[in-house]
């Protein structure tokens, strides 16, 4: 089945720095990359995804990037902020039919 | 809200109880999902249910028994639990398991002892 790792597990920035996350994972098939972010006692939520098919996204602050040939994946954060911190997973999963394949999280603190 | 409502939020059981977690959501999905969240470990997928039917079950104990009367309900029937079982189970659902977009509900903190 498919193996996602996620690095690092905590990660700690000043505010206005930016922040970047990794992923790997490892079924080749894996076409569909969401990341969650999860504040403290919260639900994890969707912040961002991308599919196969296009190498990066981008929404306002947040961007994700993929590389399929060395099937990694990343998270970037530019200009963050205090209320950016939050456990964010990643994810992979195939196309129909399989459910997702979370990593095991990265803490994020942003410092005033 | 966010339209996945779990039932209860925090629940402390005995080792010999029964007890019962609950899951809906309003949102017309027809996939709901269970997963395990454990400290420092990644959230493991416990069972689907596609069109109330068990698509995977990913190898989880007996002493977990889900199920699904129909498409926005969904229920995880807990027996003779151990102290390692203490997490929080999370459900979540998306339109199919065809389809993704993930919605989660706020989970049910569980402490056996």
């Known amino acids: 089945g498919e193996n996602v790792e996620q690095h690092p597990s905590t990660l700690s920035v000043q505010e206005g720095d930016s922040a970047v996350i990794k992923c790997t994972y490892s079924d080749s098939a894996s076409n569909y990359f969401p990341w969650y972010k999860q504040e403290l006692g919260k639900r994890p939520q969707l912040i961002i995804d991308?599919?196969?098919?296009?190498g990066e996204k981008k929404d306002q602050r947040i961007a994700v990037t993929l590389n399929k040939t060395a099937k990694h994946f990343s998270l970037h954060i530019t200009e963050t902020q205090p209320e950016d911190s939050a456990v964010y997973f990643c994810a992979a999963s195939r196309n129909s039919g399989y459910a997702l394949n979370f990593g095991k999280g990265t803490s994020l603190l942003v410092t005033p | 809200e966010t339209g996945v409502t779990q039932t209860p939020r925090h629940l402390v059981m005995g080792m010999t109880n029964k007890k019962s977690l609950k899951c809906e959501q309003h949102l017309g999905h027809n996939a709901m999902y269970w997963y395990k969240q454990s400290a420092k470990k990644p959230l493991e997928l416990m069972f689907v249910y596609n069109f109330k039917e068990q698509t995977e079950n990913n190898s989880v104990p007996s002493r977990f028994s889900p199920e699904c009367p129909n498409s926005s309900h969904l229920f995880l029937h807990l027996h003779t639990l151990q102290p390692e079982d203490s997490a929080l189970y999370l459900c979540?659902?998306?339109?199919?398991?065809?389809?993704?977009?993930?919605?989660f509900g706020s989970g049910t903190r569980l402490t056996v002892v």
């Open positions: 991308i599919r196969s098919n296009v």
């Open positions: 979540a659902s998306s339109p199919s398991t065809e389809s993704y977009g993930y919605t």
